[in-house]
């Protein structure tokens, strides 16, 4: 039993390797970008739509207002960063049921880059939004003593962000495996049912605490009166 993806190495010339963490990284980021240009390579924009065109209409409403409840004042502006985030953390859930596959958020290095791509995409949106002198005098709100509190809360979340995900995805590969090794087989598939259902409530928590941080970043200065009207319509 390996403890991380890391450890299953599938070519290796020297100081150069390609392991399971990469090959499952690539290959589902590769699948991420063939399946969105397969589902909307015919959408109509005119009143008659297809079954699935409107299904997928009521997955990115839903989502859009589910982070506009967050506190995003433009959330269609973020749908994509915090989408991708929430595609990537489930898809890589759902695809355990493929026999030899490793999710790569069972690596602590997949899980530090995710979080690495919040801590760099909140400041970019709050800088774009607000500009930088506004978005760097945040920091020393409500008093310039606050300064170096606010720093240290930026990098500890995304250390928090990371082990979080890393902790919560690799404990149950260890659990499952060790529950094959002593149980019967019925209890630990009823276990990757369960597995299935947990990563996916990772995936959305992952997604929403980013939301949250983008939402505290955009929100340094009051919005303008038709930023708010673009997002109520």
Same mark, same amino acid.
């Given at each position: 039993?390996?403890?991380?993806?890391?450890?299953?190495?599938?070519?290796? /010339?020297? *100081?150069?390797?390609? =392991?399971?963490t990469i090959a499952f990284?690539?290959?589902?980021? !590769?699948?991420?970008?063939?399946?969105?240009?397969?589902? @909307?390579?015919?959408l109509s924009r005119g009143l008659e739509r297809s079954g699935w065109q409107n299904l997928l209409e009521i997955i990115v409403t839903g989502i859009t207002t589910q982070l506009g409840e967050v506190g995003l004042l433009q959330?269609?502006? /973020?749908?994509?960063?915090?989408?991708?985030? &929430?595609?990537?953390?489930?898809?890589?859930?759902?695809?355990?049921?493929?026999p030899g596959y490793e999710p790569p958020t069972g690596s602590l290095s997949t899980t530090t880059a995710l979080a690495i791509c919040?801590?760099?995409?909140v400041p970019l949106f709050g800088i774009a939004d607000c500009g930088l002198?506004? +978005? !760097?005098?945040? +920091?020393?709100?409500? @008093? *310039?003593?606050?300064?170096? &509190? =606010?720093?240290?809360?930026? !990098?500890?979340?995304?250390?928090? #962000?990371?082990?979080? #995900? *890393?902790? =919560?995805?690799?404990?149950?590969?260890?659990?499952?495996?060790?529950?094959l090794?002593?149980?019967? &087989?019925? &209890?630990?598939?009823?276990?990757?049912a369960l597995g299935l259902l947990t990563g996916m409530v990772q995936a959305y928590i992952f997604s929403i605490l980013a939301a949250v941080y983008i939402a505290a970043a955009t929100r340094s200065r009051p919005p303008a009166p038709d930023s708010i009207s673009d997002s109520t319509t």
């Open positions: 039993m390996h403890l991380s993806p890391d450890d299953v190495i599938f070519w290796q /010339y020297g *100081f150069f390797k390609i =392991n399971a990284t690539w290959a589902l980021m !590769l699948f991420l970008a063939l399946g969105s240009k397969l589902v @909307t390579r015919r959330p269609r502006k /973020y749908l994509g960063f915090v989408g991708t985030l &929430f595609l990537f953390v489930a898809s890589a859930t759902l695809f355990t049921i493929v919040v801590f760099i995409a002198g506004e +978005y !760097l005098r945040a +920091y020393t709100k409500p @008093t *310039f003593i606050m300064l170096p &509190f =606010n720093i240290v809360s930026e !990098l500890s979340r995304t250390l928090a #962000l990371a082990a979080r #995900l *890393f902790g =919560n995805m690799m404990s149950g590969t260890m659990i499952l495996a060790i529950l090794t002593i149980t019967p &087989f019925l &209890f630990p598939i009823a276990l990757s």
